[in-house]
């Protein structure tokens, strides 16, 4: 398990360009970040393990089920504790302000689903020839095995037509550009992916 210092919850907005004091220019998406409730501690002497359960994200208590009563979030999530470190307090609230501009984070959400897909979309597979009398099947991903391959059967990891998207991706090594506390807002370098109001993980 990986510890981390720090953690936020927050939306995936529009991207936007932000320039450095020396005029150059990057790349960046804009996070509607928190405020997140801490919701319950974790302790080793009870759960068996040290985290932070937080709440994120108003829900209605007529639809908060029975297990997750006084919990009317619409997002509950765990993470870990670094060794060591001070646990927040319950009922206590984490905002953007644990953030500042330059620190190195990673991003996880889900991408955008794309349906089912052919091989040249969901590889990348170059086609076929549009020659020798062939006309219509350029995007076919040919052979996929034989009896020389497998035993004729179609071997595990096969590349294949399917649905694309719609999985769980982290991209590392982002940086944070700039920390608005008073909007809840975070800028992020680079793209992010979802698509806008999709849920994002922040961790540090």
Known sequence: MKFIKKFMLGTKGRMTQVFDDKGIVSAATIVT?????????????????????VGFGAKKETKVNKAQTGKPFRVLREFPLESGATAPEAASTI??????????VAVSAISKGKGFQGVVK?????????????????RSPGSIGGGGR???RVVKGMRMAGRMGGDRITVKN??????????????ISGALPGKPGTLIEIRA
């Open 174 to 187: 982002l940086k944070v550009l700039q920390v608005d506390v008073a909007t809840n807002t975070l800028v």
């Open 150 to 152: 497998a035993g004729g």
């Open 122 to 138: 969901r590889h990348g597979f170059s086609g076929g020839p549009r020659s020798h009398g062939q006309k219509n099947k350029e």
């Open 33 to 53: 970040a928190g405020p997140l409730t801490v919701t319950q501690i974790m302790g080793k002497e009870k759960q068996g393990y040290e985290a932070v359960q």
């Open 95 to 104: 905002d953007v302000s644990i953030f500042v501009p330059g620190d190195v």
